[in-house]
């Protein structure tokens, strides 16, 4: 069944997960409900602890839920086989991550080109796509570099090409500035705010720092494993601070 266009296409409904340690049990999510738009940037804040990095990986299904349910693009996680749920993540969902997980032997192009060729897409690279992604990530001139030769913040742009050269329907960032200094944070997360205006992405970021969380259309405060309140956000890059004049190599 193809999902509507106006449908959610994230839906997290009664979503729980426990861990076990021996006897005891540890609710790590406990109950959250709520949905993400097509289109629309939401960012889930909340401190260390509060849930918020299993709730990432209950919605990219690289675990599975204790019960509730996820539906990504109108499909449940909860129906799938492993194998399927493999398929779903390569196609349809990119994932940016605090750590760069970059292959220190290959070029930042190979490392991209890796990344495409195990996302299952039949059609090849679209290389004038990747062009215009790594000029609007300033990074066009740094792909025949290995990752020791690349700063940080040049690591994680090159990491969001990474994410999105397979044009997935919703990129899910954790914590992607969590390794980078404030000139570089606020140019990292200015570039994921106008790349989900420019095409059109869904993005869902999990994040300790609410100004980061304010550049999101909605923010959702998660503490004790629950969503606790939500409020709209600044829905602009605008509410960062100016652009830096120089990102720190």
Partial sequence: MQPQENSPIIQAENLTKVYHTGHIEVPAVRGATFNVARGEFVAVVGPSGSGKSTLFYLLGGLTRATSGSVHIDGVDF????????????????GFVF?????????????????????????????????????????????MKHRPSELSGGEQQRIAIARALVSRPAIVLADEPTGNLDTKNS?????????????????????????????????????????????????????????EPEAIVS
């Fill in 186 to 242: 606020t140019a990292v997360l200015k570039m994921l705010r106008s790349l989900t205006d420019d095409l059109g992405q869904t993005t869902l970021m999990i994040t300790h720092n609410p100004e980061a969380a304010a550049i999101a259309d909605r923010i959702l405060h998660m503490r004790d494993g629950q969503i606790v309140s939500v409020e709209k956000g600044g829905g602009s890059a605008n509410v960062l601070p100016a």
């Fill in 98 to 142: 605090q750590r760069f997980n970059l292959l220190p032997t290959l070029s930042a192009m190979g490392n991209i080109e890796v990344a495409y060729s195990i996302s299952g897409h039949k059609e090849p690279l679209d290389h004038v796509y990747l062009n215009s992604l790594s000029e609007k990530l300033g990074v066009a001139g740094r």
């Fill in 78 to 93: 909860a129906q799938l086989n492993d194998a399927e749920r493999t398929r779903l993540r390569k196609r349809r969902i």
